[in-house]
C-alpha cells in the first residue's frame, strides 16, 4: 500500500513538472531587435507577454525587451531629432511615444517616464509652451530612475517656481526630497549639522550654518538651498512634512 502511495506521489509531482510552462524562448525577438525590425518584434512580444501574463520570471525577461524595442522606436530617433533642434518633428514622435507608452503594460511604461518626461520638457521649452514645460517637469519628478543628479535638478529647478508664485511649502517639499538624495556617509562634516536642521524644520539655524560654509564645499544643491533659504526661509513651515519622515 505504500509503495502505492508513493508510486502517485512521484506520478502528480511529474505530471506538475510536465505542465509547467517552458520558459520563453526570446531568441528570435532578440534577433529582430538586433536587425531593426521593430514590428515583427513588437507583435511576437505581444504574444509572449499574454501567453506568460502569470509567470512574473518570463514577465520581467519579455519586459526588458520591451523597453529595448521603446529604445529603438522613440528614445534613439527622439535623441537625433532634439541633438539636431528639429523640434516640430520631435513633437510628432514625441506624441506617438505617448500614445505608445499609454499601450504598453505599466510596469514596463514606468521605468521608461523619466526619461520620456525628460526629452518632453526639453522640446516644451524650445517650442515655448511654459505651462507644458513645468507640467512636463513635475511629472518626470514623480517616476523613478537611476539619474539621480537629474532627478536632483528637476526638483530643485521645480522648486523654484513653485516658491516665484507663491508655493513655499510646495517648493520645500521639493527640497526636502531632493536632499534626502543626500548621502550622509559621504557628506562633509560641516554639511551635516546643516542638513540635520534642514530637516527639523530649523531653517533659519540651517541658513547661519549653510552661510558660514566656504562656497568651496557647496555644490550646486546646497547653493540652490542656502538661496531658497535666504529668500523664502521665514515663510516656510511644516506643513505636510510627516509624510516624508
Known amino acids: 500500500m505504500r509503495s502505492f502511495i508513493y508510486i502517485l506521489?512521484?506520478?502528480?509531482?511529474?505530471?506538475?513538472?510536465?505542465?509547467?510552462?517552458?520558459?520563453?524562448d526570446l531568441t528570435h525577438v532578440d534577433r529582430?531587435?538586433?536587425?531593426?525590425?521593430?514590428?515583427?518584434?513588437q507583435h511576437l512580444l505581444t504574444q509572449l507577454?499574454?501567453?506568460?501574463?502569470?509567470?512574473?520570471?518570463?514577465?520581467?525577461?519579455?519586459?526588458?525587451?520591451?523597453?529595448?524595442?521603446?529604445?529603438?522606436?522613440?528614445?534613439i530617433p527622439l535623441n537625433s531629432l532634439i541633438q539636431k533642434g528639429f523640434w516640430q518633428e520631435a513633437d510628432t514622435l514625441c506624441q506617438q511615444m505617448e500614445a505608445a507608452l499609454n499601450d504598453s503594460p505599466s510596469v514596463s511604461r514606468r521605468r521608461l517616464l523619466f526619461d520620456f518626461y525628460h526629452r518632453k520638457s526639453q522640446i516644451d521649452s524650445a517650442?515655448?509652451?511654459?505651462?507644458?514645460?513645468?507640467?512636463?517637469?513635475?511629472?518626470?519628478?514623480?517616476?523613478?530612475?537611476?539619474?539621480?543628479?537629474?532627478?536632483?535638478?528637476?526638483m530643485e529647478r521645480l522648486a523654484l517656481h513653485y516658491a516665484q508664485i507663491d508655493s513655499v511649502d510646495l517648493?520645500?517639499?521639493?527640497?526636502?526630497?531632493?536632499?534626502?538624495?543626500?548621502?550622509?556617509s559621504q557628506m562633509d562634516s560641516l554639511l551635516r549639522p546643516v542638513y540635520f536642521s534642514y530637516m527639523d524644520?530649523?531653517?533659519g539655524k540651517s541658513l547661519q550654518r549653510l552661510q558660514q560654509?566656504?562656497?568651496?564645499?557647496?555644490?550646486?544643491h546646497w547653493q540652490r538651498l542656502e538661496g531658497f533659504l535666504r529668500t523664502y526661509g521665514k515663510r516656510l513651515t511644516l506643513k505636510e512634512r510627516f509624510r516624508l519622515w
Open 32 to 41: 529582430l531587435l538586433k536587425t531593426d525590425s521593430l514590428q515583427t518584434a
Open 201 to 203: 524644520g530649523k531653517f
Open 9 to 24: 506521489f512521484f506520478a502528480f509531482f511529474a505530471l506538475l513538472r510536465c505542465s509547467k510552462p517552458q520558459p520563453a
Open 213 to 220: 560654509i566656504p562656497d568651496s564645499l557647496k555644490d550646486k
Open 127 to 154: 517650442l515655448k509652451r511654459d505651462d507644458s514645460f513645468w507640467k512636463s517637469i513635475e511629472k518626470s519628478c514623480d517616476q523613478p530612475t537611476r539619474q539621480v543628479a537629474l532627478l536632483r535638478d528637476k
Open 171 to 184: 517648493a520645500r517639499e521639493l527640497f526636502d526630497r531632493s536632499f534626502r538624495q543626500e548621502r550622509l
Open 49 to 75: 507577454q499574454a501567453k506568460y501574463a502569470k509567470d512574473s520570471v518570463q514577465t520581467v525577461r519579455i519586459l526588458t525587451r520591451i523597453r529595448r524595442l521603446h529604445q529603438k522606436q522613440f528614445f
